[in-house]
Structure formats: structure tokens, C-alpha cells
């Protein structure tokens, strides 16, 4: 199966939109298609931003569907320990645990929506690809390998 870091705008994405490439990254997760890959610094940024007021305004489901989806989730993912920070400096310091987590994974992909913030890394890694959850879903190739 094939690991993947899922960003938190995808996650996000997924419970506030009715349909769409994020909804189906995360339901490809929840049916075992795809291993997302989590850690501590993952976990707390995906339960911090859900619970966001706004989050929930947008939401269509009520916050104990949301808890319920969630649970679900983060059952199938594969919790990993980063203990070495890369550190690629990252326009968005904040987003430099998603390149840690892939590299300690071995995540070939880090699906997100905000493609520009990862893509100006000083540090690249051949084997690992950033792209949007439309780009991983139109790519047959990596989708079924």
C-alpha cells in the first residue's frame, strides 16, 4: 500500500467540502487504498485546526461526526517517530515536520493544497514527490504503484 503524508489543508478540505480530490484522498485512506503516515507534530496540528470555530461553521457534519471520522482516520494511520529534523528551511517553517515525517516514513508522496509552501525546500529528496490531491488522483501511474 502506498504511504503518504496528507497535509492538514487536505484533511480540512475533505470535512468541509461535499465532494472533491481531498474527500477522496481521505475516503481512499479510511478504505485502506493508501497508508497515511502521522506523527505526534501531525496529530496535534490535524486535531487543533478541526476544532477551529470556522472548521466547524463550514463543516457539514456535527462535531461528534467529525470526532467519529476523525477516530476512523487515525485508525488507519501508520503513527511514525521522527527523531531526525532535516530542517529543509521551508518558506513556512511550520511545515518542515511534513518533509521529516515523509523522510522518516518513507513516504513517496506529501498531498497538499498549498503546493508553493513545499516546493522551495533548499533540501530535495529524488524519491519524494509534493502534489496536490487532483494531481495524485489524475497520476495512474502513482496511484497504482
Given at each position: 500500500m502506498k504511504?503518504?503524508?496528507?497535509?492538514?489543508?487536505?484533511?480540512?478540505?475533505?470535512l468541509?467540502?461535499?465532494?472533491?480530490?481531498?474527500?477522496?484522498?481521505i475516503k481512499a485512506c479510511l478504505k485502506q487504498e493508501l497508508t497515511p503516515l502521522i506523527s505526534n507534530a501531525?496529530?496535534?496540528?490535524?486535531?487543533?485546526?478541526?476544532?477551529r470555530?470556522?472548521?466547524?461553521?463550514l463543516c457539514p457534519l456535527p462535531s461528534y461526526e467529525i470526532r467519529e471520522l476523525l477516530n476512523?482516520?487515525?485508525?488507519?494511520?501508520?503513527?511514525?517517530?521522527?527523531s531526525y529534523l532535516w530542517r529543509p528551511n521551508l518558506s513556512?517553517?511550520?511545515?518542515?515536520?511534513?518533509?521529516?515525517l515523509a523522510v522518516a516514513g518513507q513516504a513517496r508522496v506529501i498531498l497538499t493544497n498549498n503546493l508553493r509552501d513545499l516546493h522551495n525546500a533548499e533540501l530535495k529528496f529524488d524519491d519524494l514527490s509534493i502534489m496536490s490531491p487532483e494531481q495524485?488522483?489524475?497520476?495512474?501511474?502513482?496511484?497504482?504503484?
Open positions: 504511504k503518504v503524508v496528507i497535509d492538514t489543508s487536505v484533511l480540512i478540505s475533505a468541509i467540502g461535499k465532494q472533491g480530490p481531498s474527500r477522496e484522498i501531525l496529530f496535534l496540528e490535524y486535531e487543533d485546526v478541526s476544532a470555530p470556522k472548521v466547524n461553521e476512523a482516520f487515525y485508525s488507519r494511520c501508520q503513527w511514525i517517530s521522527v513556512d517553517e511550520g511545515d518542515n515536520f511534513l518533509i521529516e495524485f488522483l489524475q497520476e495512474e501511474d502513482v496511484w497504482q504503484h
